[in-house]
């Protein structure tokens, strides 16, 4: 069905016919095509026409680069697979209503989105570091994490959310009916996953390993803290800008960046193309999931307990080095570490604003793009889909850096103004919000649109009716991820602050790097609360109806 | 039909979140037109330093607080339409390069007269804030308890010693300034073929380089590692943070100074000029000494607490010229010698 509404377009429809049936999806298609490309695809441009020959050549020639980027694969891959199995791990038990304890796991599963980066891995280091208090003064360990596998650990740990925001909606949305069926075609435990709930979640599973993948290809504060002899490209691309101002290189090492996530992106691409995927097929099912054999339940409850411990220790840690006078040190609990969160409030309002503005707008556009460039066809729809996901592949650095230049000058002279800061965070965290629509959207087949359109709908008719329904749940993922996201967000934004546009996550870092542990700790802290606070009070304004994080 | 209402909800829901929209957007600007300063030093010493100024001179003064090459990218990027008025605290490897870019204005500020001239630029485009001496920060805990009572490492060429291995942890010079400072420190200490042997050898001890010059007072402090290669005031800060942390300068420490700059075409020079002229005085560096644990330039403001006085230092005769002219070559051998 879908190839020949497909082929029905590309013989028969114009342009100009379509622009009279369905002016309102044209001109939107135009609107997001547009936003796109100023706002992804020019900063991009800049930046790669930054370097100049000498620095391509070293980047080509210098061996050192060559073993980075050997290094960035390696742990990209490592990073991708474990974090991915993880966040299935998570999704799949909470996506069985018998587990105990699974609004809990649902609940710690996005603790690690909620922290400003370098905090995490700063908490990572003093329970497990050579003098970590878990490590070496409960277990009396000698063990150092300082390389490859403690950069693994932490990466895991931290991109492992984003997996599990993933496939918790696809696999909640797997009919249970097929479940039920395979089991009476005589497929129990094992096969019965292996032949019906993996092959289902296979788009939400390529999904997730894309964006880990490539978050964990850009990543630089982690590298930076639990990686020591075991250096990334990614890294080197931050600190060529923070420690020598060397743009040309840093655009060079960016532009590496930018070819091995190519490379993922068409590797998913490939892998995905050609398949259907849709379970929701308008024949609804009030069935009960099968229930979780015992076995699998109560290993899936001490897996995911363990996972939680761990990650809640580490959030233990921001709380209290927030009240203890000097980690590790002195433990009297004290207050003075707020002194500066109060001093300057202004910044954790400004996190809030912008975040807030940047959540709205990005999760409408998110889901906006999602459905033209799935269900439309429209010149520039390949590019759009491409300029939608290529933030995830791009260094905060260089998306930084690229904004800088963009809009450093008329006609957009954004910079100095918090609207720059706005849509560094809109655009830099679009590829999420975007990814759950559209496997949210590879689900739902096109037939019960058309359904709807041979009934009568005009194509907004649909969108309201049957469409938007369909894909609220990756709205309001895309809504709250890109809120905490763009809370937390750090590498990009630090060179678009200006004074008086300076947000929390910022200072945190400055604090954290001239080791102000105490006070880093008290505004990571109040900024955490203020996420979990906005949350909340989210979750009570729709009276608990809207689904937030699959909470 | 559910769906139908859960639709509405949902639209409801979106109206009420464009109202907060509108209501998050909403301008809140300052409207008087303040001194935009760049500035490297610590954070809380940013914004202490603009309360003080505001209280002394009545202007306004705002900051954001940006690593060395962060403020470097951050000019050059804005060329063409400069952002900030004023770069505060920063090494002169930057501020050169920035002055060969042709990014900074010219200002002789009169407190050129208050600071020894060899701290000021002649061509008047940075004058000297203050005084960052090197040396090794030791975890004393640490040492307490795998060393016992041994003497501390008293010289560069104590930290060679095998018994070191992968204790000591240093900044790497390919992104950090200080690492930098140290490593020609070394060349103007010993020559510089001398000096790369040198470093070969403390290469064997050395557990790995971070990108950050901060990092490994910090980690020293947490006792992760034995001894950090750092600039005294990241140690000092540590040490009166209450760490366990003994800093020990050994004979021929390098050193750096930080400045501050006007920043070619700022939007609001005056108010730069009047901001450096007032920064670069007594109280304010007094407040960036007592804070920041940096050295000053000027006679007539105390040390540090903790900090050695300056003439029971042996400083390297540091060549200004040499370290920039020489910084591409020299990096780059690094790289290739040094891989952790």
């Keep these: 069905m879908p190839k020949a509404t497909a082929a029905r377009e590309r013989s028969g429809a114009s342009l100009v016919r379509r622009l009279t049936v ?14 796109l490309a100023v706002f992804v695809l020019f900063p991009v441009v800049r930046v790669l026409a930054q370097p100049g020959v000498p620095e391509w050549v070293r980047l080509l020639t210098d061996p050192r680069w060559l073993r980075l980027g050997g290094n960035t694969l390696m742990i990209g891959a490592l990073s991708t697979v474990s974090a991915v199995m993880l966040g299935f791990l998570f999704a799949y038990a909470t996506s069985r209503p018998d587990v105990p304890l699974r609004n809990l796991f649902k609940l710690i599963a996005i603790l690690p989105l909620v922290s400003p980066p370098f905090v995490g891995g700063l908490a990572f280091i003093l329970l497990f570091g050579r003098r970590g208090v878990i490590t070496y003064s409960l277990l009396g360990l000698r063990g150092d994490i300082y390389g490859w596998h403690g950069l693994w650990m932490v990466q895991t740990f931290a991109f492992f959310p984003i997996a599990y925001l993933t496939l918790a909606g696809v696999l909640r949305r797997i009919n249970p009916t097929l479940e039920y069926a395979a089991q009476d075609l005589g497929a129990h435990g094992f096969r019965l996953f292996r032949t019906v709930t993996l092959p289902l979640a296979t788009p939400g599973l390529t999904s997730a390993a894309l964006l880990v993948g490539i978050y964990a290809l850009s990543d630089f504060g982690n590298p930076m803290l639990v990686g020591g002899p075991f250096k990334v490209l990614a890294t080197e691309t931050y600190t060529q800008v923070t420690g020598w101002g060397d743009l040309g290189m840093a655009s060079a090492l960016s532009a590496a960046l930018l070819l091995l996530s190519l490379v993922l992106f068409a590797a998913q691409r490939y892998w995905v193309e050609g398949r259907s995927y849709a379970t929701v097929t308008g024949k609804g099912s009030f069935a009960d999931p099968l229930p979780t054999p015992t076995p699998l339940r109560w290993g899936l409850f001490i897996a995911c307990s363990l996972v939680a411990l761990i990650l809640l220790a580490i959030y233990a840690v921001v709380f209290v080095g927030a009240f203890a006078r000097i980690w590790g040190v002195n433990w009297h609990p004290t207050l003075e570490n707020f002194e500066y969160t109060v ?13 807030g503005l940047a959540a709205l707008g990005g999760s409408v556009f998110a889901v906006l793009a999602a459905f033209l460039i799935q269900r439309k066809r429209f010149p520039g729809r390949a590019a759009a889909d491409f300029a939608a996901i290529l933030p995830a592949a791009l260094p905060g650095t260089l998306i930084g850096v690229g904004y800088i230049l963009a809009f450093n000058t008329p006609p957009l002279a954004l910079t100095g103004t918090g609207t720059v800061i706005v849509a560094a965070m809109l655009f830099r965290t ?11 959207l590879a689900q739902i087949a096109p037939n019960i649109e058309e359904g709807a359109a041979d009934l009568g709908a005009r194509p907004l008719r649909t969108l309201w009716d049957v469409t938007l329904p369909l894909i609220r749940s990756a709205f309001t993922s895309a809504l709250v991820f890109t809120f905490i996201r763009s809370m937390n967000t750090l590498s990009a934004v630090v060179f678009l602050i200006s004074p008086g546009n300076v947000v929390a996550s910022a200072s945190i870092l400055a604090l954290a790097e001239h080791g102000e542990w105490g006070q880093a700790s008290a505004m990571a802290a109040s900024l955490m609360s203020t996420v979990f606070l906005v949350l909340l009070g989210f979750r009570l304004l729709t009276g608990g109806r809207m689904r937030l994080f699959e909470l | 039909m559910r769906s139908r209402n859960a639709t509405w909800r949902f639209v409801g829901l979106i109206g009420c979140l464009v109202l907060l929209g509108v209501f998050l957007a909403a301008p809140t600007w300052a409207q008087t037109k303040p001194v935009m300063v760049y500035g490297v030093i610590h954070e809380y010493t940013l914004a202490r330093l603009m309360q003080m100024f505001e209280r002394d001179t009545g202007g306004k003064a705002d900051f954001i607080r940006l690593s060395g090459g962060e403020v470097a990218t951050r000019v050059l990027a804005e060329k063409q339409s400069p952002k900030g008025d004023v770069i505060f605290g920063i090494s002169r490897a930057i501020q050169e390069t920035l002055k060969s870019q042709s990014l900074l204005e010219m200002y002789k500020s009169p407190r050129r007269a208050d600071v020894p001239s060899r701290y000021v630029d002649p061509d008047g485009y940075w004058t000297g804030s203050s005084l960052t001496v090197q040396g090794f920060a030791i975890n004393t805990d640490r040492w307490k308890q795998e060393f016992g009572n041994a003497p501390m490492p008293k010289t560069w060429e104590d930290l060679l010693d095998p018994k070191y291995k992968d204790l000591i942890v240093a900044p790497s010079p390919l992104s950090a300034g200080t690492a930098y400072t140290f490593i020609v420190g070394q060349f103007f200490r010993l020559g510089e073929e001398k000096g790369w042997e040198y470093l070969k050898a403390l290469d064997k001890n050395v557990r790995f380089y971070t990108p950050s010059g901060i990092a490994p007072a910090r980690m020293v402090a947490a006792g992760e590692f034995l001894i950090a290669i750092t600039f005294a005031h990241d140690a000092l800060k540590a040490i009166s943070a209450g760490y366990p942390v003994a800093l020990i300068h050994p004979a021929g420490v390098s050193w750096d100074i930080g400045s501050a ?22 109280d304010p560096i007094q407040l960036i000494v007592d804070l920041n644990f940096e050295g000053s330039l000027r006679s007539d403001v105390s040390l540090p607490m903790g900090a050695t006085p300056l003439d029971k230092l042996v400083l390297v005769d540091y060549k200004l010229d040499w370290a920039a002219q020489n910084r591409q070559r020299i990096l780059k051998q690094w790289g290739e010698q040094f891989k952790k």
């Design chain 1, 22 to 35: 369905d002016p309102l999806g044209l001109g939107a298609a135009a609107f997001v095509v547009g936003l």
């Design chain 1, 343 to 355: 001093f300057r409030g202004q910044q954790l309002w400004n996190s809030v604003r912008f975040a």
């Design chain 1, 430 to 440: 679009i590829p999420v919000g975007y990814r759950a629509a559209i496997a949210g």
């Design chain 2, 261 to 282: 700059s006007l920043i070619k075409n700022a939007p609001n020079p005056e108010g730069g000029k009047k901001f450096i002229d007032w920064a670069l005085g007594r």
